[in-house]
């Protein structure tokens, strides 16, 4: 895969995500390296002070560094930085980190010479992923701490994951035959300084989310039918009226996986309800403006990914160096903060809609979704436990963006926390996807407890799907084991596989 460096595609970004696979540079991108290089030497051979060149970092940014000290600088700097603790991100974070610090570096404005953006990619290619704490970055001044320790790799320190096996870098570089990086002035704070950790870790979340809100439209679909539900709260001119682009797609999507169910027939001739919970008929509204938000958010993560975030910055067609702050990470942070409100309300509305089809006065269904209940609990705790994930990510869900704390010696006064806001992304997915996978069940058990009546047959492959894992509930029995397969299908996204082309108008503008 042929990065252009500035122009990366969220398409590109998400296969990097989704597997490992040799990406490269095209041959230009060296041309812009090579000059920025240069005009690092020449102020190097010059002796003006630059910050990061030949001066101390933050607040020892005024002591003055000798010429020939500076690889030294550069090294001790990766070294004392590298102060990173918890568990190591795992391969697909870290494999966005490489290939956007590649591609970052690549376009010229880093003083970083291209051998240097050629071993990060050689990294990656040979699938030697440096082994990266999670914990340690309040997303200023770069993602110092994690992109430290990402460095420590290129020089041959530090650990490395192989297939999944740790081994010390300089033995993982050797048996790859890439050769450890000695940095040069300015490279090691061109490496360290940077976004892309933050950035990395949001696009995790960002990918996930998308994932998740198709799972929900056609849990949520699965739900409107199990429980009888009307379907002309998505009539189109309802939604034309708000002109809410996510509302719009939303509903078209929600009446193209209900169309021509017989479930849906037999409400039309024996049911009396005027109006379902708004759980049910305020899909479009919920799931339409999470859509929305999450467009945005993916748009500002895809400038993130093309940025160049070090600092300072070089430009040689003019010999300057200008110290700036791309480092702070307060896009990422916002985006990350909205992320997790997408992530939270999706729970929440799937956790509303268990709650309605266990209640037999809402549903019409058995109570607790199972027969001969009383002696059978059914569904009763499996609601239980999607209602604690639902209220454990209204805590997550906080913006962590409003929390900073100021460092280095109050240099740097005001941080982004972009690392936390986008790392809690993680958690947050968990607990949605498993209260997306007990509605699954619950939806599933519903339409089943109508037969011989059938669902849409938009929705039949998904039904079938589940089936395929978990039979119906006829007696109590150990529930995690279904709710874990039921989870799986979720995170793995074959919820929806069946659905592709329906869900596809979700991210069609209207």
């Known amino acids: 895969m042929l990065l252009q460096p500035g122009e990366v595609t969220v398409e590109q970004l998400r296969t990097v995500w989704r597997s490992a696979q040799p990406v490269s540079l095209p041959s230009s991108a060296d041309h812009a390296m090579r000059a920025s290089a240069r005009a690092i030497a020449r102020i190097v051979a010059k002796g003006n002070a630059v910050y990061g060149v030949n001066t101390g970092f933050g607040k020892l940014a005024q002591t003055r560094i000798a010429n020939h000290e500076l690889e030294t600088l550069q090294r001790n700097l990766v070294l004392s930085h590298a102060a990173g603790v918890g568990d190591a991100l795992p391969d697909h974070v870290v494999r966005l980190i490489l290939v956007m610090k590649a591609a970052s570096l690549a376009r010229g404005f880093s003083g970083v010479r291209p051998q240097v953006v050629h071993a990060l990619l050689a990294l990656h290619n040979a699938n030697i992923m440096p082994v990266i704490p999670a914990k340690g970055s309040v997303g200023a001044s770069g993602d110092l701490a994690p992109l430290a320790h990402m460095t420590l790799a290129l020089m041959g320190e530090g650990n490395v994951r192989v297939a999944g096996v740790v081994q010390p870098a300089a033995q993982a570089l050797a048996t790859a035959g890439i050769e450890a990086i000695r940095l040069g002035a300015k490279e090691g704070l061109a490496l360290i300084n940077g976004t892309q950790v ?176 009383g002696l059978n609990s059914g569904f009763m705790i499996a609601h239980v436990t999607a209602a604690s994930l639902a209220s454990e990510n209204k805590s997550l869900a906080h913006p962590a963006s409003v929390d900073s704390l100021p460092t280095s010696a109050n240099q740097e006064d005001h941080v982004s926390m972009a690392t936390f806001a986008a790392r809690r992304l993680t958690d947050m997915i968990s607990h949605s996807a498993t209260i997306l996978g007990i509605e699954w069940l619950a939806a599933a058990q519903g339409i089943d407890l109508h037969a011989p009546l059938t669902t849409a047959p938009a929705l039949a492959p998904a039904l079938s799907a589940l089936r395929q894992s978990v039979p119906f509930y006829t007696d109590d029995r150990y529930f995690a084991a279904d709710i874990e397969a039921a989870v799986g299908l979720v995170v793995n996204g074959q919820a929806t596989e069946a659905c592709a082309d329906i869900l596809s108008k979700l991210w069609t503008e209207p």
């Open 198 to 373: 933050s950035t990395a870790l949001a696009l995790h979340g960002l990918f996930m989310a998308e994932r998740l809100i198709e799972a929900a439209m056609v849990i949520g679909a699965m739900s409107v039918d199990a429980a009888r539900g009307s379907d002309t709260p998505f009539d189109a001119r309802i939604h034309a009226l708000r002109n809410q682009p996510g509302q719009i797609a939303c509903a078209a999507v929600m009446r193209a996986l209900l169309k021509d169910s017989r479930i849906r027939e037999s409400h039309l001739l024996h049911d009396d309800r005027v109006q379902d919970p708004y759980s049910l008929r305020c899909q479009p509204q919920v799931m339409g403006a999470c859509r929305d938000l999450l467009l945005h958010a993916s748009r500002t993560l895809l400038r993130e990914a093309n940025a160049v975030t070090d600092n300072p910055l070089v430009f040689a067609d003019t010999n300057e160096v200008l110290s700036g702050g791309n480092f702070h990470a307060e896009p990422v942070a916002l985006a990350a903060d909205t992320l997790a409100l997408v992530i939270a309300e999706t729970g929440a509305l799937s956790e509303r809609r268990i709650a309605l089809l266990i209640d037999s006065a809402l549903s019409g269904l058995p109570p607790f979704l199972v027969h001969n209940a």
